[in-house]
C-alpha cells in the first residue's frame, strides 16, 4: 500500500469541518482529520505540504461539447466581439492564419452589441472569398456561413430555419453544422478534444460529460473520444430518441454511449429564437420557437428507456417544452412508479423555463435538473438577453436554482462549454448571486451541485463520490485561495448556514468582484493529472 498525507492546508469535510490534513491510500480516502494525528497515525506516509492551500472535491462538468470547446480555445473564438464589423475583422485576421479546410468561429452574441445588427453570408462572403466558414451564434443553435459551406449542405434551402443571407436556425442549421463537420480533419479534432480536456483539467475536473448527437457532433466524434487516452474522465451521452427497448440496446451498442440523454433536442435556444414557448417572444411576436419532438415522441423514449434501464434526458429550454416533458414524466410514473423511474436517474439539460408545479412533477420522477448557472451570469439581468427576448417579467424567472430545490430535484451544475467556459469557481458564484435573489442557492448547495450532484448525474450514488470522507475515491483539487468563509445567497440561508452549531465547512468567498480561487493541482483516484508548474498529465500508454 501507498499513502499520502496532506498535511498543513485547509480540507472540506463535512465529517471534520476544521480539517487541515487528509490521507490516501492507493488512490482512497483514508482519514480526514488534523496535522499532529495524521503524522501519529501514518507516520510512513509520504508527506506532502499544502502550504496553507485549500483542498476540495474535484469538479465535474455535467454538460460539454469537446470538439466545438477545443475549436473555441484554439481558433476563432467571436465571444469578445463588440459588432459585425469587429466580428468580420476577427474573422479575416483568422482567415490570414489558417489552412484548415473549414473556419470554424464560435461565440458571437449580438444581444450585447450596441448595434444588434448582424452579418450576413454576403459579408462573411466578402471577408474570405470562397473559403468553407461557419460562425455560430453562442448558443450554437443557429450560425452564418458562408456560400461555399452552404453548398456542401444537402438542400440546405429547402429545409425549415433557412434564410438566404442571415443567421440559420432550426433544421437548415443542423444540415450546415453537418456539413462543416465533414471537414475537420481528424487530426484538427483530436487536438481540440484534448485541448477541451487539458483546460478542464486545469480548472479542477476530474470528469466531463460529452453531449453528443446527430445534430450536435455525429457520430465519429463522439467514438473518436473512446481512443483519446486522457486522464479526465468521460462520460458520454448520444442524443437520439428511440421508440422501444430495442432500439434503445441497439443505439447503446453502436455508440457505445454511456445513456441516451444529453442534447436530444425539444428545442433550441432563447438567444436563437428557438426555444419553444407557450407565448410569442417579446421581440418578435411572430414566433413561439421550435418543437422538435412532441410529447408523444418524449414519452415514447423515456418508456424505451425506463425498460431498458438506460439513462434518458432532453434538451429543454422554453416553458412549453417543459410543459411537453411534463406531460411525458406523469404518464410514465403512472406506468411504471416512481420508483421504478428514479432508479434510471432521468437527465433534463438547462431547465431554464419552470415553476413550483413542474419542479414536483421532476420530483416524483427523480430526475436530474443539469444546469448552466453562467447562463443567468451572461444573459440575466436588466436589459440583457433574457429582457431582450422575454420581457422583464417573463426574463427575470428563468434558471430558478431555488425552486428546484426546495422541491427535491437533484441538481448537476455545468457550463455547456463552449457556450460558456468550464470554470467551476465562476459556476458557483453565479448560482449564488443569481440576478433574481430567490432563484439563487447557497454557496454549499452549489459547490455540491458541481461535485457529488454532478456525479449522481452520471449515475455514481454511492453516497461517497464527490466528497473528501473516508472510503471516497480519491478525486481532489488544490487551490490557492483566499480567506474561507460560510455564507448564504440570501439573509434567510445565511442565518442558519453560519451558525456555529451546523458545523458546516467553509468554502472560498464567491462574492461578486473578488479574486476566485486558482488551481494549483487535480487529482483523480490519487494520481496528479493537471499540476500548475508542469501541466497535464498524459495517461499511462
Known sequence: MTTQLLLGGQVYSHDVPDATAMAVTDGVVAWVGVDHVGRSLHPGAEVID?????????????????????????????????????????????????????????????SAWADPTEFTTSDVDAAVGRRAVYLARIDEHSAVV?????????????????DAEGALTAEAHHRVRGAARTLLRGRQRERAQRRALDFAAAHGVVAVHENGGPD???????????????????????????????????????????????????????GSHTAWLTAPYDDDPTMTGVAYMDSDAVYAHLRSCTAAGVQAGFHMIGDAATACVVGALRRLVDEFGGPAVARCGHRLEHVEMTDAGDAAVFAAAGVIASMQPLFDALWGGPGQLYAQRLGVDRGSRLNDFATLARAGVGLAFSSDSPVTPIDPWSTVRAAVHHNNPVSAVSARAAFTACTRGAWRAGGVRDGLTGTLTPGAPAHYAVWDADDLVVAGSSDDVQRWSTDPRSRVPALPDVAPGGRLPRCLRTVRDGRTIYDAAAGVVEADA
Open 50 to 110: 499544502l502550504d496553507g492551500a485549500f483542498v476540495a472535491p474535484a469538479f465535474v462538468d455535467t454538460h460539454v461539447h469537446l470538439t466545438s470547446s477545443g475549436l473555441s480555445l484554439g481558433g476563432l473564438d467571436l465571444s469578445e466581439a463588440t459588432s459585425a464589423t469587429d466580428c468580420l475583422d476577427r474573422l479575416r485576421t483568422h482567415a490570414a492564419q489558417s489552412d484548415d479546410d473549414i473556419i470554424w468561429g464560435l461565440g458571437w452574441d449580438s
Open 146 to 162: 458562408s456560400s461555399a459551406l452552404r453548398a456542401l449542405a444537402h438542400d440546405v434551402d429547402e429545409a425549415p430555419g433557412f
Open 216 to 270: 450536435i457532433s455525429g457520430l465519429d466524434d463522439l467514438l473518436a473520444l473512446s481512443d483519446l487516452g486522457h486522464p479526465v474522465h468521460i462520460r458520454r451521452y448520444w442524443g437520439q430518441a428511440a421508440t422501444d427497448a430495442d432500439e434503445v440496446a441497439s443505439l447503446i451498442a453502436t455508440t457505445g454511449a454511456d445513456g441516451l440523454a444529453g442534447d436530444l433536442f425539444i428545442d433550441g435556444a432563447i
